[in-house]
């Protein structure tokens, strides 16, 4: 049987997280390698930066999944985490495969803003990323993973939080977690 360790994440985590992100959301199928890696470090950057809990989950000592939560009325990016954030956008800008990318990060920011107003609520809790290698599903690791950001959320605070999906996730996951879906919107990325 594996084994699964859920824990805070570490600096050597950047670089698998960084690659997790890309395979999940495809990246690497429209960009070369390098700047699909940086995408994927970039969106770890700005998610931690939303948030003030995260949990990494490994299955025998392999990084395998992340879920990042912010309770509003915590203090959310650290100076430590502003700073990763700025030094992970940096390749970015001199990269011109990779500042095409980004743009598109800056289109689902706006999407997800557009969505967040379209629910006509005010949440005071947030998942802004939670992610997992295809390999890790179905072990059990989101479920765990989630229930300790549901954990810290209601700790500090959080009587209903929001997350973003898209096609890519198990929208059957957070039906069975009694996630409800609020509004939806179609956005074409060109790639």
Same mark, same amino acid.
């Not at 509003?72 to 095409?100: C, H, M, Q, W, Y």
């Given at each position: 049987?594996? #084994?699964?360790?859920?824990r805070?994440?570490?600096?050597? &985590? !950047?670089v698998? $997280?960084?690659?997790?992100?890309?395979?999940?959301?495809g990246?690497?199928?429209s960009?070369?390698?390098?700047?699909a890696f940086?995408?994927g470090?970039?969106?770890?950057?700005?998610?931690?930066n939303?948030?003030n809990?995260c949990?990494?989950a490994?299955?025998?000592?392999?990084v395998?999944?992340?879920?990042?939560?912010?309770?509003?009325k915590l203090?959310?990016?650290s100076?430590k985490?502003?700073?990763?954030?700025i030094?992970?956008f940096i390749?970015?800008l001199f990269?011109? #495969?990779a500042?095409?990318a980004s743009k598109?990060l800056? &289109? !689902?920011?706006? $999407?997800?803003k557009r969505?967040?107003?379209a629910?006509?609520?005010?949440?005071s809790?947030?998942?802004?990323?939670?992610?997992?290698?295809?390999?890790a599903?179905?072990?059990?690791?989101?479920?765990?993973?989630?229930?300790e950001?549901?954990?810290f959320?209601?700790?500090?605070?959080?009587?209903?939080?929001f997350?973003y999906?898209?096609t890519t996730c198990?929208?059957?996951f957070?039906?069975?977690k009694g996630?409800?879906?609020?509004?939806?919107?179609?956005?074409?990325?060109?790639?």
């Amino acid at each position: 049987m594996a #084994e699964i360790k859920i824990r805070p994440i570490k600096k050597d &985590d !950047i670089v698998p $997280l960084g690659h997790i992100i890309s395979d999940t959301w495809g990246f690497g199928e429209s960009f070369s390698e390098k700047p699909a890696f940086r995408m994927g470090k970039l969106y770890l950057a700005q998610s931690l930066n939303e948030s003030n809990f995260c949990r990494v989950a490994e299955i025998d000592g392999e990084v395998s999944g992340l879920i990042t939560a912010r309770a509003d009325k915590l203090k959310r990016g650290s100076i430590k985490v502003k700073l990763f954030l700025i030094k992970s956008f940096i390749p970015v800008l001199f990269n011109t #495969e990779a500042l095409g990318a980004s743009k598109i990060l800056k &289109d !689902i920011e706006a $999407l997800n803003k557009r969505l967040y107003k379209a629910s006509g609520k005010d949440f005071s809790g947030e998942i802004p990323l939670f992610v997992m290698k295809d390999s890790a599903r179905g072990k059990g690791v989101g479920g765990r993973l989630y229930g300790e950001a549901l954990e810290f959320m209601k700790a500090n605070g959080t009587k209903e939080f929001f997350i973003y999906t898209d096609t890519t996730c198990d929208y059957g996951f957070y039906d069975h977690k009694g996630a409800k879906r609020l509004s939806q919107e179609d956005l074409l990325i060109p790639l």
